[in-house]
Nanobody, 130 residues
Framework: QVQFVESGGGLVQPGGSLRLSCSAS????????IGWFRQAPGKEREGVSC????????LYADSVKGRFTISRDNAKKTVYLQMNNLKPADTAVYYC???????????????????????WGQGAQVTVSA
């Protein structure tokens, strides 16, 4: 089955850290921009970060800049999201997707053009609560 498998979610206190992993099953990451997205209860799915295929350069949503770091290991077919200084507002199900149309992350559309992403996994629940 061609999809991502997310892992690493859990319950953490405010100020804590988690690292999410997203492993590719049935395809290779090398040619695709990869995005992390999240969906909180009652809200639309939003972009968190995007990683360019060639050099791993990345973009972030303003809400997570300075706290989250995306990285990728193409040889291991895995993308990571290191989340530090977590806040209750970060509570959501986190997903990753492969942009089959692009190798780069266009600054104006990487988050909004979610229709360009495929191979969504089941998501990883992150809950930030005291």
């Amino acid at each position: 089955q061609v999809q991502f498998v997310e892992s690493g979610g859990g319950l953490v206190q405010p100020g804590g850290s988690l690292r999410l992993s997203c492993s590719a099953s049935g395809f290779f990451l090398d040619y695709y921009a990869i995005g992390w997205f999240r969906q909180a209860p009652g809200k639309e799915r939003e972009g968190v970060s995007c990683s360019r295929s060639s050099d791993g350069s990345s973009l972030y949503a303003d809400s997570v800049k300075g706290r989250f770091t995306i990285s990728r290991d193409n040889a291991k077919k895995t993308v990571y999201l290191q989340m530090n200084n977590l806040k209750p507002a970060d509570t959501a199900v986190y997903y990753c997707g492969a942009n089959l149309m692009r190798t780069r992350c266009p600054e104006s559309t990487w988050s909004s053009n979610q229709h360009e992403y495929s191979y969504w996994g089941q998501g990883a629940q992150v809950t930030v609560s005291a």
